[in-house]
């Protein structure tokens, strides 16, 4: 039995890694931390989709203070950390880049310190396609591919990237893209609550990658983890669902799924959106090297967009 370290518990992929690891049969047990504690919404749909087998509980750990790290680690016998946790806030990040560098890149090296003090330990730690996008790409990026960040949150992720690669400890660093769940704030959410109230709505077109469902994503970590495959594939990965979209294309469907038809949805340009950071253009992901590695099938983003609605609307 081993035991794995969950960072960022309350967060959307942590929420779905309670829900998929109540059902671990390896005999391996979770500890969810975070800075606080899970919302009675989360608490209430965890429970809704999972049943009671589904632990809710949430032990505090501020991964900013290395010597928290390596007291829970000892104390608990941790020889796996999910590191969820992050500063995501892309707009905001531009007026706090220092706590943006704590969160992003130096709670991150913390934890890359302390699995490097235990043998065998691993870090798994989740990054994003906002290291990619100042160049102009129009292939899928892929693992190897020079990180070229448009803002502060792109630029702290890369740090932390870094900072685990420089420490030295074992890893996998997986990046995502336009990650969505049932839980806390995300563009599906937000797109389901304003197709309902706006009779019309305008919605980028001209930036383009690929939807995330966290639950697919929480279940490739733990068959990462249940399999023990992430030992012999150490490295870096990317991971969203298969398929192409705009922004624009996302909502349609949204609305569409969820029955909402009285939204006129228009594409826009993103000129038309002022922000403080660019975004990338392009940033679909190029999947391949995670499907050879630990083969994977992964389901189109259409249908895990499908699965997620009818969750939250029954």
């Not at 081993?2 to 518990?9: F, K």
Request: glycine share 8%.
């Amino acid at each position: 039995m081993r035991n794995i370290l969950v960072t960022g518990a309350n967060g959307q992929l942590g929420n779905e890694l309670r829900l998929v690891t109540s059902q671990c049969t390896s005999g391996d047990k979770y500890i969810f931390t975070d800075v606080t504690d899970a919302s009675e919404e989360s608490i209430a749909m965890l429970h809704k989709i999972g049943g009671a087998n589904v632990d809710i509980s949430t032990r505090r750990l501020d991964i900013t203070d290395l010597n928290a790290i390596r007291k829970m680690v000892k104390d608990e016998q941790v020889s796996i950390i999910i590191n969820c946790a992050a500063y995501t806030n892309v707009d905001a990040a531009e007026d706090n880049e220092q706590l943006a560098e704590l969160l992003n890149a130096k709670a991150p090296e913390n934890l890359a310190i302390a699995m490097k003090e235990v043998a065998g330990g691993l870090l798994i730690h989740i990054s994003t396609d906002y290291v990619f996008g100042k160049e102009p790409y129009n292939t899928p990026c892929k693992e190897d591919q020079n990180g070229t960040p448009t803002g502060v949150y792109g630029l702290t992720k890369l740090h932390g990237e870094q900072a685990i690669e420089r420490v030295g400890c074992d890893y996998v660093i997986i990046r995502t893209a336009w990650l969505y769940s049932e839980f806390g704030k995300n563009f599906v959410k937000t797109m389901l609550n304003l197709t309902v109230t706006k009779p019309q709505l305008k919605v980028v077109f001209d930036q383009v990658g690929t939807p995330t469902y966290a639950r697919d994503l929480a279940e490739i970590i733990y068959k990462m983890v249940g399999e023990r495959t992430a030992y012999k594939n150490v490295g870096t990965y990317h991971f969203s669902n298969e398929g192409v979209c705009s922004w624009y294309d996302f909502t349609k469907m949204i609305a569409e799924y969820a029955g909402n038809t009285g939204c006129d949805i228009q594409p826009c340009h993103s000129d038309e959106f002022p922000s403080k950071v660019i975004r990338p253009f392009f940033s679909v992901l190029d999947k391949t090297k995670i499907k050879v590695s630990f083969g994977l099938n992964i389901p189109y983003w259409t249908f895990s967009l499908r699965t997620c609605l009818s969750n939250m609307v029954e």
